[in-house]
């Protein structure tokens, strides 16, 4: 046997170990769901005589199933295809600027939020986001930030019965 490429063979590679860390992982959730699942009352109603153990129980199956399945992959040499659509150059360095301005920008709105309210520290958080990646329409920004942290207030306290804190603006929203 030769090591001509044109042979229609791959030339043996090695497994990339980091991706038995991602098995283990999916491995160690299933389990989780599993243990986890099995904690849940026994809760059976006449409109669900199932209950609620079942679905947990079979998501953390799939889970191992999934986690085994991959790891026998990875064993035979198989590896992930690179990204094809992203415009991204993985030589380039981290833009260390861009990630500090984004972790500054959802600090400070796990800071504010109770002292001024999800729609304050919410707008605060979408434009100091839009901010940090680059845009600088800044009253703009402003504006639909506004705009989404209502949006996301409203949808919360009408669609999902979740109360947002309201802080500054108690008694207003």
């Known amino acids: ?12 590679t090695r497994p990339d170990r ?3 860390g991602v098995c283990a992982f999916l491995a160690l959730v299933g389990a989780l769901v599993i243990v986890d699942a ?15 153990k079942p679905v947990p129980i079979l998501l953390g199956v799939l889970l191992l199933v999934i986690a085994a399945i991959y790891a026998v992959d ?23 600027r861009t990630l500090l301005l984004l ?7 796990a800071v504010l939020i109770d002292r001024l309210g999800w729609v ?10 839009a901010f940090a ?3 600088r329409h800044h009253v703009r920004n402003l504006l639909i930030a506004v705009a989404l942290s209502l949006i996301t ?17 108690q008694g207003i929203l």
């Open 18 to 20: 980091a991706q038995y």
């Open 74 to 96: 990875v064993a035979r040499g198989g590896t992930g295809e690179p990204e094809a659509g992203e415009d991204v150059d993985l030589s380039s360095p981290i833009d260390w």
């Open 1 to 12: 046997m030769t090591d001509d490429p044109a042979d229609g063979e791959r030339p043996a």
């Open 103 to 109: 972790i500054g920008a959802f600090l400070v709105n």
């Open 153 to 169: 207030f409203y949808t919360f306290a009408i669609g999902l019965g979740v109360n947002l804190p309201a802080g500054v603006l």
């Open 133 to 135: 990646l680059g845009n």
């Open 120 to 129: 304050i520290s919410g707008s605060l958080l979408f434009w100091g986001c």
């Open 38 to 52: 099995t904690r849940i009352g026994h809760a059976v109603s006449s409109a669900d005589p199932v209950g609620p």
